[in-house]
C-alpha cells in the first residue's frame, strides 16, 4: 500500500473521516481526484504545500493520511511540467529518489474511500515555501505574469513590491511596525529594502526575531543599508553562534 497525504482545511476534517475525500480537484487531463504528497523522510517536505495553500484556503489546515493500493493509477510531477503516469508504489518510489523533491505532487484521478483514510492530524501551519521553491530570500514580482489576477492577496503584493509606487519611508516603516506574523513581517522587510535606505537601527529589534525566515530576510534586505548600524546587524546575523 502507499502512504500518501493530502491537505484540507480543519472544518473538513471530520466529514472525511466519515465519508473520505472527495473528488474535488482537477488534474491535468481534466479528471477529478485528489492531490497528495507521499510519506517521506522528512516532515517538512512531507508537508511542504501548507503555506502555499494557505494562500487559497484561509485558516487551519490539517493532514489527511490516506493509503491507497500500490497498483492504483496516478499522476505525478512538478507542478510546472507536465506529469507521468504511474502507479501509487512507482510515485512513491520516483518521489522518494529525488535529491529535492520540492513542488512535486501526486494525482489520485478519484475520491479516497473512508477505509483508505489513516487519520486527521493538525500540523504547524508555517510548513514549506510560498509562492514557488526557492522564492524564499527573493523580492517577490508584482507583474502580472508571476501575479496572476486573482490571486489572494494579490492587491496588497502590488501595493508593496509595485517599482511603479515608491511609498515614503515612514509609510513603509509603520506597515513594518503593525506586521504580527511572521509572513507579514517578510513581506513589509521587502518593501522597506526595495531601495536603499539609511536607519537600519531601527531595524535591530528583529534581528532576535525567533522566526529563522524572518533573520534571514533581514540579513538579505540589509545588503541595501549603508553605514555602521547596517554593518553592525549584518555582522550579527551572521554569526553562526546568534539565534
Not at 510546472?80 to 501509487?88: E, H, M, V, Y
Not at 504547524?124 to 530570500?137: E, K, L, S, V
Request: proline fraction near 9%; hydrophobic fraction near 40%; glycine fraction near 8%.
Amino acid at each position: 500500500m502507499a502512504d500518501l497525504v493530502h491537505l484540507t482545511p480543519e472544518r473538513a476534517g471530520r466529514r472525511i473521516l466519515r465519508s473520505g475525500v472527495a473528488a474535488r480537484s482537477r488534474g491535468s487531463s481534466g479528471d477529478s481526484g485528489v492531490y497528495c504528497m507521499p510519506v517521506l523522510p522528512s516532515f517538512t517536505l512531507t508537508h511542504q504545500w501548507v503555506r502555499e495553500l494557505k494562500r487559497w484556503h484561509p485558516g487551519v489546515l490539517v493532514a489527511v493520511r490516506i493509503r491507497v493500493p500500490d497498483s492504483q493509477p496516478v499522476t505525478v510531477g512538478h507542478y510546472g511540467a507536465q506529469p507521468r503516469q504511474l502507479t501509487a508504489a512507482q510515485a512513491v518510489a520516483m518521489v522518494r529518489g529525488l535529491a529535492d523533491p520540492r513542488g512535486y505532487e501526486v494525482f489520485v484521478p478519484r475520491a479516497v474511500a473512508p477505509d483508505e483514510v489513516r487519520d486527521v492530524r493538525r500540523i504547524p501551519q508555517g510548513i514549506g515555501w510560498r509562492y514557488q521553491p526557492d522564492a524564499h530570500g527573493r523580492r517577490p514580482c508584482a507583474c502580472p505574469v508571476c501575479l496572476a489576477p486573482g490571486t489572494p492577496g494579490a492587491a496588497a503584493v502590488r501595493q508593496r513590491f509595485s517599482d511603479d509606487r515608491p511609498n515614503p519611508k515612514p509609510e513603509l516603516m509603520a506597515a513594518l511596525r503593525a506586521a504580527t506574523t511572521p509572513d507579514e513581517i517578510v513581506d513589509a522587510l521587502w518593501a522597506l529594502g526595495g531601495r536603499r535606505r539609511g536607519g537600519a537601527e531601527e531595524l535591530a529589534y528583529l534581528a532576535g526575531h525567533p522566526d529563522p525566515e524572518v533573520r534571514e530576510t533581514l540579513a538579505e534586505v540589509l545588503r541595501s543599508y549603508r553605514g555602521a548600524a547596517a554593518r553592525t546587524l549584518r555582522a550579527t546575523l551572521a554569526d553562526p553562534d546568534h539565534a
